[in-house]
């Protein structure tokens, strides 16, 4: 695989869809060298997510502040709760000067503003198996609040209506098969 052949990945589902064990695994496993975006957010770190890891957690009028220096290649208040998540040009420059294919995970309007600008971009729709079962992993990962968890399944059912608009859709059945599937789309993309 040539360094020139390196893309932008984009990987939407909604939440609760398994999109981080996804991705995580697919960072460990894939033969194609991935580099993940972190993208900044003002909402709140859930245990465990570490600043800088699994987001860079800002305060909302930093953010703003960032947004109006023009910082975010695409950002957006994602549950309409108030809480804005974006992607940083800097991450995306990172990986590309570091020859890496960039992966981000990001929601579908989020993934529609990025393919303005980078057309050739990767897109990837994951679904969970079923609305029911999304609604029993929100439900036993226990982060949400039932108003949160409610509005979550809400942009779900929207979401899943988009999948169409992506170039791939992978069920996330079981992670390892899931897995598989993408890092063969990947590989043929870099052919
Ligand atoms: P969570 O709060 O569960 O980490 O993420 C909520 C949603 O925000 C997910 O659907 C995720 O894909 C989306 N998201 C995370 N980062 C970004 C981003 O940088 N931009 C956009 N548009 N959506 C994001």
């Not at 220096?69 to 208040?77: A, D, V």
């Amino acid at each position: 695989m040539n360094a020139s052949a390196a893309k932008v990945v984009i990987i939407s589902g909604p939440s609760g869809a398994g999109k981080s064990t996804v991705v995580a695994r697919l960072l460990a496993v894939c033969p194609v060298p991935l580099r993940l975006s972190v993208s900044a957010t003002t909402r709140a770190p859930r245990p465990g997510e570490r600043d800088g890891v699994h987001y860079y957690f800002v305060a909302r009028d930093e953010f703003q502040r960032r947004r109006q220096r023009g910082e975010f290649l695409e950002c957006k208040e994602v549950f309409g709760c108030g809480d804005w998540y974006g992607t940083l040009r800097s991450e995306v420059a990172t990986g590309q000067t570091e020859g890496k294919w960039v992966l981000l995970e990001i929601d579908v309007e989020g993934a529609m503003s990025v393919l303005e600008e980078i057309p050739d971009a990767v897109t990837i729709f994951l679904h969970p198996g079923s609305l029911e079962e999304l609604a029993q992993r929100l439900t036993r990962r226990g982060t949400e609040s039932s108003q949160s968890l409610a509005r979550r399944l809400d942009v779900a059912r929207t979401e899943m209506e988009c999948a169409r608009a992506y170039q791939y859709e992978v069920i996330n059945d079981t992670v390892d098969r899931a897995v598989q599937e993408i890092c063969g789309i990947l590989q043929r993309c870099g052919e």
